[in-house]
T-cell receptor, first 115, second 115 residues
């Protein structure tokens, strides 16, 4: 079974700062996918970014980027130029290739962007 | 856009009641999931289904059952609600075979309180 660990229950930064959320995972699989989801107060889970394990290049989506270290089983999320709307719960998630049995989630990091 | 609709946003039930949580998706997705979200515990998989009338236990199936009579609808059933089932319940769906490009699409959640 896979496990996903997010070691930061809560983080707070000033608007416009850069913040990094950490995530580590444990798996014996070689082919898998990793995701970061955002859950704002509206409760809607929103996909932020995804990474395929066999791709060495780190994924980037506008202000969001990841640092994927496969050997270390680490998948951190960097948010640049943080905005008030980035305030949310952030969940790191793991999926086996095929994905029929869904995602395994970490416990989440509550990110607060201060004005 | 994929739409996953959960019938109730808030629900209050009494201990011992039989509770039905309904979820409908409109994109012909084969796979559907029920997660439970609790503070400090993240999202935990209760049950999932990869086809009509098929179901598989997730990580925490005790006290729950599911029904999938039609492809678009996946119901979570609490046979006899207990106070420890007070939680946020999230339904999600995805396509088989394209889970990387079509990762989980979530509903807005049902916050269930059992008194």
């Amino acid at each position: 079974a896979q496990t996903v660990t997010q070691s930061q229950p809560e983080m707070s930064v000033q608007e416009a700062e850069t913040v990094t959320l950490s995530c580590t995972y444990d798996t014996s699989e070689n082919n898998y996918y990793l995701f970061w989801y955002k859950q704002p107060p509206s409760r809607q889970m929103i996909l932020v970014i995804r990474q395929e394990a066999y791709k060495q290049q780190n994924a980037t989506e506008n202000r969001f980027s990841v640092n994927f270290q496969k050997a270390a089983k680490s998948f951190s999320l960097k948010i640049s130029d943080s905005q008030l709307g980035d305030t949310a719960m952030y969940f790191c998630a793991f999926m086996n290739r095929g994905g029929a049995d869904g995602l395994t989630f970490g416990k989440g990091t509550h990110l607060i962007i201060q004005p | 856009d994929v739409k996953v609709t959960q019938s109730s946003r808030y629900l209050v039930k009494r201990t011992g009641e039989k509770v039905f949580l309904e979820c409908v998706q409109d994109m012909d997705h084969e796979n559907m999931f029920w997660y439970r979200q609790d503070p400090g515990l993240g999202l935990r998989l209760i049950y999932f289904s990869y086809d009509v009338k098929m179901k598989e236990k997730g990580d925490i199936p005790e006290g729950y059952s599911v029904s999938r009579e039609k492809k678009e609808r996946f119901s979570l059933i609490l046979e006899s609600a207990s106070t420890n089932q007070t939680s946020m319940y999230l339904c999600a769906s995805t396509l088989t075979g394209d889970t990387y490009n079509s990762p989980l699409h979530f509903g807005n959640g049902t916050r269930l309180t059992v008194t």
